[in-house]
């Protein structure tokens, strides 16, 4: 009696195991978000952070019968970190994504992970062009930097600006805002004075900045990745430029909403071009400015926030498609093609490039009920990755 008793019980145990175990994995999906939560790029980290939380809060955690489960890890903006992570994530937490993403050489470092464990790959920040090759796991939801810059380059020759210094933060994107800006300008006949780089680690600005105050260029294009224009507009009021009448232009990365309110004046009239302006007039966007700022007392989302926001969507709606399946061939499938309006407006993407399509707004920086916002005022619609359309023609 006894013997039967305990044989039924294992029984009932493995029974139990076999159920659950299976049960368990299927139900929940797993997303692996790396994000620099500290160290330079803590900016980027938190915004990102603070719209997939939103965008979760406000769909539920559970798509087409999964719980979503999030696991945050922080990279510290360290490329040898993100790749580790991303490598424990896929390895022992048998995550179904890897999102975040937070700088170029961090997604470089990455993508082979994506590559080999066959694993959807969302990039929610970084912005050289080269990324979305680099692995045909990789879907992006952020920008090209080249996006920003090409349109930046085709509206100052049409808009009085014949003479520029350009000032770029010396790695991939830096230089594709540089090479992106460049070629439209000169081709409509605008002059490039000077092409200054500037490192990524602990950047020196003035020493540029005193040269650009003596080539006397109509307008100073600047590119300095998310965060780090508190230290540029810092040194650009030092050296007197906000008083020199050189105007201020560049993609709009330097202008970053999380920061904009930190620089005062000097920054009024930048202008700029990029896919996002917190003071973007849909009834969207006003919707989750509101929304997220209520969720995190004293932030404003920046660009970098609806990378986060859209590459959550992108991941339900791709589990949507598949009906639940994590097979990463199936859901990179179901991502291609798939457009939405985002708080930045209407976004799609690329079915052949896995890039993101998007608006690329004019903007200029005014006061608005005492705070400084990024004005819209004109935009170039649908605007792929210029870098991979000239390749392609
Ligand atoms: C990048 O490293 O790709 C990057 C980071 C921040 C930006 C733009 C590009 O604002």
Redesign the pocket.
């Known amino acids: 009696m006894l013997r039967r008793q305990i044989i039924s019980g294992l029984a009932a145990v493995a029974a139990g195991a076999l159920l659950a175990g299976p049960a368990f994995a299927q139900d929940t999906v797993k997303v692996g978000l790396i994000l620099p939560m500290t160290g330079p790029f803590t900016s980027?980290g938190k915004q990102i952070e603070a719209a997939v939380k939103l965008y979760m809060q406000q769909n539920g955690d559970t798509v087409a019968g999964k719980k979503i489960e999030v696991i945050l890890k922080d990279d510290g903006g360290v490329a040898d970190a993100t790749k580790r992570l991303a490598q424990e994530l896929v390895v022992n937490d048998k995550v179904s994504f890897i999102a975040g993403f937070?700088?170029?050489p961090l997604a470089m470092a990455s993508a082979p992970i994506a590559t080999q464990a066959k694993v959807p790959m969302v990039v929610m920040?970084?912005?050289?062009s080269t990324i979305t090759e680099a692995s045909p796991f990789i879907a992006r939801t952020s920008f090209t930097?080249a996006q920003s810059a090409y349109v930046m380059g085709v509206w100052a020759t049409k808009n009085g600006i014949k003479k520029v210094v350009t000032l770029v933060t010396d790695y991939?994107?830096g230089i594709d805002a540089e090479k992106g800006f460049t070629e439209p300008f000169k081709n409509a006949g605008g002059t490039v004075v000077e092409s200054l780089r500037v490192p990524l680690q602990n950047p020196d600005f003035a020493p540029f900045l005193q040269r650009v105050r003596d080539a006397k260029p109509d307008a100073l294009y600047v590119f300095v990745?998310?965060g780090v224009g508190s230290v540029l507009m810092k040194q650009f009021v030092e050296r007197g430029l906000d008083k020199s009448g050189i105007k201020l232009i560049g993609p709009g990365?330097v202008v970053d909403d999380d920061i904009l309110n930190s620089f005062g004046d000097a920054a009024l009239g930048a202008i700029t071009a990029h896919l996002y302006s917190a003071a973007h007039p849909s009834e969207k966007n006003k919707a989750y400015v509101e929304a997220f700022k209520k969720a995190n007392p004293g932030m404003r989302p920046n660009f970098m926030s609806v990378g986060g926001y859209d590459g959550m969507h992108l991941i339900y709606e791709a589990l949507k498609k598949t009906g639940g399946a994590t097979d990463g061939a199936k859901l990179i499938e179901a991502m291609k093609g798939m457009g939405w309006e985002s708080p930045r407006g209407p976004i799609s993407i690329d079915p052949e490039t896995r890039d993101i399509v998007q608006n690329i707004y004019i903007r200029k920086v005014e006061k608005v009920d005492g705070e400084l916002y990024n004005v819209e005022f004109d935009a170039f619609e649908e605007v792929k990755d210029p870098v991979k359309a000239a390749k392609k023609k």
Request: proline fraction near 14%.
């Open positions: 980027t937070g700088l170029t920040a970084a912005g050289t930097t991939a994107p990745p998310s990365d």
